[in-house]
T-cell receptor
Framework: EAGVTQSPRYAVLQEGQAVSFWCDPISGHDTLYWYQQPRDQGPQLLVYFRDEAVIDNSQLPSDRFSAVRPKGTNSTLKIQSAKQGDTATYLC??????????????FGPGTRLTVL | GDSVTQMQGQVTLSEDDFLFINCTYSTTWYPTLFWYVQYPGEGPQLLLKVTTANNKGISRGFEATYDKGTTSFHLQKASVQESDSAVYYCVRTGGYKVVFGSGTRLLVSP
């Protein structure tokens, strides 16, 4: 069974540019998470979905970040106007069944973003 | 608010040493607690899960004990190996929230 896949693996931008990250969760997993992990820090939850519905987006900087999961499968995280402080690895994870946030999360390899 | 605290930023041990990593949490909910491990260049992966029902988890030689009285969730291993070198995260969930600790980097020398 394929794991969580993410693309691209790396991105380098100038400040003010936009970027999108794509995540394909494990088949059948109804919960999908996006995390931001700055260098040498723990992952910080940005947003998570159950199917296509947003469950928690309280830590998503809504002025520049957006996330969608229109059919309850793949998801896209977009940064509208990147800042140097956005430099981090962006991790996607998914979890199965009815456990929601109480279930084990399976992480992808992440997208490493550098904003110059 | 909800938080997870790992005071030990880095732990350096030799093979066969005893490992103890401390984690404390604050929460208004009865949480489910996890330990995840992250190797370089990879996403985190589950090591242990403990709920209020069982209070203890054991996996791959690691053991975690959940103490509601002190709101702590420690990770321990009797004898570490060089392959255990990684970053370990304490994670709590509950009330639709997911919070990772700042991580403890374990370095094990042969």
């Amino acid at each position: 069974e394929a794991g969580v896949t993410q693309s691209p693996r790396y991105a380098v931008l100038q400040e003010g540019q936009a970027v999108s990250f794509w995540c394909d969760p494990i088949s059948g997993h109804d919960t999908l998470y996006w995390y931001q992990q700055p260098r040498d820090q723990g992952p910080q939850l940005l947003v998570y979905f159950r199917d296509e519905a947003v469950i928690d987006n309280s830590q998503l900087p809504s002025d520049r970040f957006s996330a969608v999961r229109p059919k309850g499968t793949n998801s896209t995280l977009k940064i509208q106007s990147a800042k140097q402080g956005d430099t981090a690895t962006y991790l996607c994870a998914s979890s199965p069944g009815t456990g929601g946030a109480l279930a084990e999360q399976f992480f992808g390899p992440g997208t490493r973003l550098t904003v110059l | 608010g909800d938080s997870v605290t790992q005071m030990q930023g880095q732990v350096t041990l030799s093979e066969d040493d005893f490992l103890f990593i401390n984690c404390t949490y604050s929460t208004t909910w009865y949480p489910t607690l996890f330990w995840y491990v992250q190797y370089p260049g990879e996403g985190p992966q589950l090591l242990l899960k403990v709920t209020t029902a069982n209070n203890k988890g054991i996996s791959r030689g690691f053991e975690a004990t959940y103490d509601k009285g002190t709101t702590s969730f420690h990770l321990q291993k009797a004898s570490v190996q060089e392959s255990d070198s990684a970053v370990y995260y304490c994670v709590r969930t509950g009330g639709y929230k997911v919070v990772f600790g700042s991580g403890t980097r374990l370095l094990v020398s042969p």
